[in-house]
């Protein structure tokens, strides 16, 4: 116990992954077998930037002791033990400087205190790139603590079925998402072939095309488009180098080209064309007045609902240029997927990140750092300040880099259109 650490929370938060409870599950039976008490933050940070002394945590509603009995066989369970949410105690903070000012840091602060009212002495985010920026915060939050305060450090564990984290090659969750939406996609081709017809499939994949290129390569799309597509010709003239907008018409015929090269040159009246989601950030502003935001600034991609928005366009232009009408449907996939129970590679990636949370708390007693791997899930800890800008306090998207092997093996297997 020389790292005097007593109690641990884990808290997850953001949307859910195929892996959570191997994190969760593996992390607190290894504190509990060196004597570390745990926790479980339920639903995220939304029960801790809302307290007060006079309102205390009540265990059970706000938090659950992690014990070994219930944890057995959650290691590959669907769902999430503790819950999950958005809330965003770090809304309010963008710059270092912002941590000068109560109004902004008093959501970090009532965390800390709510965290520090249980007893708890050390911090297991777990959560995507937003969650990160929090966690980051928090830490930025407890350095700025007048001297002899109590810090409670902070290891963060990557999560997201979006697989755009920087630091880590793979995130838990992916690969059992990627099999989920593969699977979809296989069942939806099949139709599409009964009936002679098109479906454009939303993928989730908010800010880079990973999981779209993963889903539509294993779910034999024919042909897959995401945010690192929307380049040259695909752009629109009024896009500028801090707002890139989509050429919708552009790309539009491009599918309708590959859907005519099918039809007329090998006899096939049907397919599948997957989206990335994170295509909806490069419609225009007139687009996107009205769609919501989150607590960390993203619109509510499921509200745009770029699928049926494609499939209009993409019949209309089919029947323009071919005189003939081609029934597409547009629809979106991504929620089936976050929950499913997960497979080996994820239980296991997900364990290790979750035994490498504890011991870089306790065995390493480091703060402020990010779990990962490399190889054969050989541990390893990024420092914050290697993952998050230090002006802006955000987070850097690893995305699929354009004309890269990963990318030109979906080039590679969507149907080729021959000039």
């Known amino acids: 116990m020389s790292h005097g650490i007593k109690k641990v929370a884990l808290l997850f938060s953001g949307g859910p992954a195929p892996g959570a409870n191997s994190v969760i599950s593996t992390c607190a039976i290894s504190c509990l077998n060196h004597g570390v008490e745990v926790v479980g933050i339920k639903y995220g940070y939304s029960n801790l930037i809302d307290f007060t002394p006079d309102k205390p945590l009540e265990e059970g509603k706000h938090y659950i002791a992690l014990k070994e009995q219930m944890l057995r066989k959650t290691r590959s369970k669907e769902g999430i033990i503790i819950g999950t949410a958005r809330a965003n105690p770090g809304k309010h903070v963008s710059a270092p400087e912002h941590m000068q000012e109560e109004e902004r840091i008093a959501p970090l602060r009532r965390t800390y205190e709510a965290l520090r009212s249980i007893g708890v002495d050390a911090l297991v985010s777990i959560g995507g790139d937003d969650t990160l920026k929090t966690a980051n915060k928090f830490k930025l939050f407890q350095d700025s603590l007048p001297e002899g305060s109590h810090k409670i450090p902070v290891v963060h564990v990557p999560k997201t079925i979006d697989n755009d984290y920087a630091g880590i090659d793979f995130t838990f969750g992916y690969f059992t998402a990627v099999e989920t939406l593969g699977t979809e996609i296989r069942n939806l081709h099949a139709d599409a072939e009964a009936g002679r017809a098109y479906f454009m499939v939303e993928s989730m994949g908010r800010s880079a095309g990973w999981l779209a290129y993963g889903a539509a390569i294993s779910g034999e799309a024919n042909m897959v488009i995401s945010v690192e597509d929307i380049s040259g010709d695909r752009l629109a003239p009024e896009s500028t180098p801090t707002r890139k907008i989509m050429n919708i018409d552009k790309v539009?015929?491009?599918i309708v080209r590959m859907m005519r090269y099918r039809q007329e040159s090998?006899?096939?009246?049907y397919g599948?064309?997957?989206l990335a989601e994170g295509l909806a950030e490069y419609l225009s502003d007139d687009v996107l007045k009205d769609i919501p935001r989150d607590d960390h600034g993203h619109i509510s991609v499921s509200q745009v609902d770029l699928g049926k928005m494609f499939a209009k366009r993409v019949a209309a232009e089919f029947e323009k240029q071919t005189g003939s009408k081609r029934k597409?449907?547009?629809l979106q996939l991504g929620y089936e997927s976050?929950?499913?129970r997960p497979q080996a590679f994820d239980v296991m990636l997900g364990s290790q990140l979750g035994v490498g949370a504890y011991r870089a708390l306790c065995e390493q007693q480091l703060n402020g750092v990010m779990v990962s791997v490399t190889g054969q899930l050989d541990l390893h800890y990024v420092p914050f300040e290697k993952l998050?800008?230090?002006?802006?306090?955000?987070t850097v998207v690893r995305f699929i880099p354009p004309g890269g092997d990963f990318h030109k093996l979906a080039r590679f297997l969507e149907t080729h259109v021959k000039d």
């Open 266 to 269: 090998q006899g096939k009246e």
């Open 338 to 340: 976050r929950c499913a």
């Open 252 to 254: 539009v015929k491009d």
């Open 388 to 394: 998050v800008d230090p002006k802006t306090l955000v």
């Open 328 to 330: 597409v449907t547009g």
């Open 272 to 274: 599948v064309v997957v």
